[in-house]
């Protein structure tokens, strides 16, 4: 028996919507370095490892234009991706359940290959299988994404698997392993007391495992299989497979920029190529993971240059929002759902900021933005394209190649994005048209979501959340302006195509 396959069907691996994996983000950094990628409506999407199907299913519902296959050998995963998909509707998705050995998918072509979390997690000869299915599958225009543990930032983290495996030897059973893995992580993020920066460190990782979902843990830590790479071994593997590099979802233009002016010098001055570059950062940062983008060898890769994306599109990133500022000083301060800030007086890019957050769902084209921003003859666009790349680090803005986007402001026969439809039913975590998972709390715009398959209008919507409650209570949407206000917030947060 398969020891992989019954590790990830005794304990499922927790699948979302994955923002880093969207095809229209990689298109964008495909744009950045002068590679033209394949529009996502019409394109071929395979994703390796895709668990229960949660990032393709949200994925397949918002391009029914595109094509999407998922393998998994993990047949209860295959089997509630299946299932999901149905219940959504789903025409455009399939599921395949099979090993990397195996010999599946010939002949077939697709322009985008995504492998989240599995090739530091598989044995040798599995990696290598990968890779060779990423090869032969790859379209001529096509772009792969490889995530995998990095070094040398993973040795930070290491102890902590090679504790905890050890402390767990004699237990058999997931439960019990994890509830043990748990405890010890509890215990040694409060007991080790070395006060130097390693007995720092280690607590900061014990405490980051305690607190950690045990699934992830239960893959992550205490799984039979696992190694890190340094990034210079991927790429040299990856040639191997006729793949070569295009970029990181992680910009390393975003690392630089912060650096030292002096340090990014030297580096250049010893890195005889893109690899080695790179490769000397990721000691510098130290980086811990990295998501790889990859094309076939061969195809044309320039050099970055933000000033490609003036033919970018660009949306406000999760949560985007201004702080109170205060009078006379002159400066804006923007923060994200991800706890970044800016602060900034450069006028052109405070203006694109607060269009982009009144435009939300919606993604807005550059030249568009320029547009409605104005008075370009004071200020010069490369530099608000300058300014709006650097803020895209900080998760204030998000890029792609297209404008295809499904989300919208629901209109009069209001239509929920189908898999948040569906899943409102039983989950308070929900996935969005844009491709991020909302969490929902509170019943009544759940109750809303399961409502709104477009064939009723807002005055029956209404009617209908009436009807639910044998009496009011506080969850209750009462009124006809706070179902308008409900479907706004909704629909500001991705959760309506129509």
Not at 134 to 155: D, E, K, Q, T
Not at 393 to 413: D, I, N, Y
């Amino acid at each position: 028996m398969d020891p992989l396959r019954t590790s990830y069907d005794e304990v499922a691996y927790p699948t979302r919507p994955q923002s880093a994996l969207h095809p229209d983000r990689l298109g964008g950094i495909g744009l950045l370095h002068g590679f033209g990628c394949v529009p996502l409506d019409g394109a071929r999407v395979l994703e390796i490892g895709c668990g229960n199907g949660f990032n393709l299913i949200s994925l397949a519902a918002g391009h029914p234009g595109a094509r999407f296959v998922g393998l998994d050998a993990a047949a209860v995963a295959i089997g509630a991706a299946r299932d999901l998909a149905a219940r959504c509707g789903l025409r455009n998705i399939e599921f395949l359940s099979a090993r990397l050995e195996d010999q599946v998918l010939v002949g077939e072509e697709f322009d985008y290959v995504l492998c989240h979390g599995v090739y530091s997690w598989v044995p040798e000869a599995t990696r290598a299988s990968l890779l060779g299915l990423v090869s032969r599958c790859l379209a001529l225009r096509g772009v792969a994404f490889v995530s995998y543990n990095a070094l040398p930032g993973w040795h930070v983290r290491s102890p902590v698997r090679e504790i905890l495996q050890w402390h767990v030897r004699e237990i058999r059973g997931a439960g019990e392993q994890l509830e043990e893995a748990k405890a010890l992580s509890h215990f040694l993020a409060g007991a080790i007391v070395e006060d130097t920066p390693a007995g720092k460190a280690l607590r900061a990782e014990f405490a980051s495992a305690a607190a950690r979902d045990p699934q992830v843990l239960w893959h992550d830590e205490l799984s039979p299989e696992h190694r890190a790479f340094y990034f210079h071994e991927f790429i040299a593997a990856a040639e191997a497979h006729g793949l070569s590099y295009l970029a990181d979802a992680d910009l390393i233009e975003h690392m630089l920029a912060n650096m030292d002016p002096r340090v990014v010098s030297a580096l250049r001055s010893v890195a005889a190529n893109r690899i080695e570059l790179e490769q000397y950062v990721d000691f510098l940062v130290p980086r811990r993971f990295r998501q790889t983008l990859l094309v076939r060898s061969g195809q044309v890769v320039g050099e970055a240059d933000v000033q490609r994306l003036a033919e970018g599109w660009v949306r406000a990133g999760a949560s985007l929002k201004e702080s109170e500022n205060q009078p006379g000083v002159g400066k804006a301060r923007f923060e994200s759902g991800k706890g970044h800030s800016l602060e900034t007086d450069f006028g052109p890019g405070v203006r694109a900021l607060r269009l982009l957050m009144a435009a939300v769902p919606s993604r807005v084209s550059v030249p568009e933005l320029v547009r409605r921003v104005g008075d370009e003859g004071l200020w010069a666009r490369a530099d608000l394209i300058r300014f709006l790349f650097e803020a895209a680090a900080g998760g204030l803005v998000e890029w792609a190649a297209t404008g295809s986007c499904p989300a919208v402001q629901p209109g009069g026969h209001p239509t929920a994005f189908g898999p948040a439809r569906v899943l409102a039913e039983t989950s308070t975590e929900l996935p969005s048209a844009l491709h991020r998972l909302v969490r929902l709390e509170e019943s009544a715009p759940r109750e809303l979501l399961r409502l709104c398959d477009g064939t009723r209008t807002r005055d029956q919507l209404l009617q209908a959340l009436l009807e639910t409650k044998s009496k009011p209570d506080a969850e209750t949407i009462q009124s006809r302006p706070q179902l308008d206000e409900v479907l706004g917030q909704l629909g500001r947060m991705g959760l309506f195509v129509g």
